[in-house]
């Protein structure tokens, strides 16, 4: 599959040709929130998510999904982690 986020980062083209997925990485997303996280989980538009214990942050824009999203296209096979800013 190719995104938004592969085209403009060109990281498909990159995977491709450097077989390189993000596996052994750990990014970690610091953000408002991850509003809409059990949506994202439950349609498959992103493996576990390792959230911070008390770091969920409040209702807000769910920004910290959407940027979790976007990595996850970039880099599919690393581990996520999120704690709010």
């Not at 592969?6 to 990014?27: E, P, S, Y």
């Not at 994202?40 to 920004?63: D, H, I, N, R, T």
Request: proline letters at 4%.
């Amino acid at each position: 599959m190719v995104t938004q986020g592969d085209v403009t980062h060109r990281a498909n083209i990159v995977r491709a040709k450097t077989l390189a997925t993000g596996r052994g990485v750990k990014v970690g997303v610091l953000s408002d929130s991850v509003d809409y996280l059990t949506n994202s989980l439950a349609q498959g538009e992103l493996p576990s998510v390792k959230v911070l214990s008390g770091q969920s942050g409040f209702p807000a824009s769910g920004e910290g999904t959407a940027m979790l999203e976007l990595i996850h296209d970039l880099a599919p096979d690393a581990q996520l982690f999120f704690a709010t800013a």
